[in-house]
């Protein structure tokens, strides 16, 4: 089963199925486009180089149900979509486990032949034209002198207690078939934590007490320091600079080494030209 929503970047969402107040009518989310550079040949082109536009999407959208409640969908929704704009920070569409970040940038609303359906077509604007799914892993920090139930006192919930493997050793595979972009969190306590990641070193010459951590992301080029109590410290001058910690990492199976001092998280971001057909 194929599902569809759009998520603003306040995490307001919106069902587009079936079964909810609003769903797809028509839209093609599996095209694009690659463009390309080169020198005019008497016969064809030689390419340099390949890239990717901004790209658009005509969706079509049913909203049915009472007046009411067509009205309160259309309201919110609008609400919403302009908010992202006015404030330039995207959206999600999601496509199951792919999503697409992008504004909703023109709207047309008319009623539908249907007295209980009115039609809202838009017009998707994808800056970033890639649909993007994640692989995460976590890796533990190696056994300790605490067992790994008595935790650390952070407000909010981490993916995995800080204790558990027994060396700094482990794999990693993204499974994709291209590198790929990633967000590297690092939790404290830790001193300059460095991830072999196949032989490639990522390195932050930090200190992380016990209550900080620390999120890396080679796709928006950013590396900051955060306190349990959301204190933000951006230390991107601290980054190790040669080999760059923002280089992309494999897409394959790769072997992951780090001094097992301290526990960390590994996303890949994995991106195609569609979503995947399922």
């Avoid at 309160?72 to 609008?78: D, G, I, K, M, V």
């Avoid at 032949?113 to 649909?131: G, H, K, M, Q, S």
């Avoid at 932050?204 to 951590?213: K, Q, R």
Wanted: aromatic share 18%; with cysteine.
């Amino acid at each position: 089963m194929i599902t569809l929503q759009y998520v603003n970047s306040q995490q307001k969402t919106f069902q587009f199925l079936a079964s909810s107040v609003s769903r797809v009518k028509t839209a093609n989310f599996h095209k694009y486009a690659w463009k390309y550079s080169g020198l005019e040949r008497q016969f064809g082109v030689n390419v340099s180089s390949f890239q990717k536009n901004p790209y658009e999407y005509e969706v079509e959208l049913c909203v049915k149900g009472t007046m009411e409640q067509r009205k309160t969908f259309l309201n919110s929704f609008h609400e919403a979509a302009a908010y992202d704009v006015i404030n330039l920070t995207p959206g999600k569409l999601w496509w199951n486990d792919f999503y697409l970040e992008c504004y909703i940038t023109e709207t047309s609303t008319y009623p539908s032949e249907d007295d209980f359906t009115t039609v809202n077509d838009i017009l998707v604007f994808a800056p970033y034209p890639f649909w993007i799914q994640t692989k995460t892993t976590n890796f533990y920090k190696v056994s300790s002198t605490y067992a790994a139930d008595d935790g650390l006192d952070f407000p909010f919930d981490f993916p995995f207690d800080f204790a558990g493997e027994t060396s700094g050793y482990s794999t990693f595979n993204a499974d994709h078939y291209v590198p790929c972009d990633f967000e590297l969190i690092v939790y404290g306590p830790a001193v300059s934590p460095r991830v072999l990641i196949n032989g490639h070193p990522y390195q932050v010459f930090t200190t992380l007490a016990s209550t900080e951590y620390m999120i890396l992301n080679s796709k928006n080029k950013t590396v900051y320091k955060y306190t349990n109590t959301g204190t933000q410290t951006n230390i991107y001058n601290s980054r190790q600079m040669f080999p760059s910690v923002f280089d992309k990492i494999p897409g394959s199976a790769v072997p992951v080494i780090w001094d097992g001092s301290f526990g960390f998280t590994l996303t890949a971001y994995k991106e195609r030209g569609e979503p995947e057909w399922i």
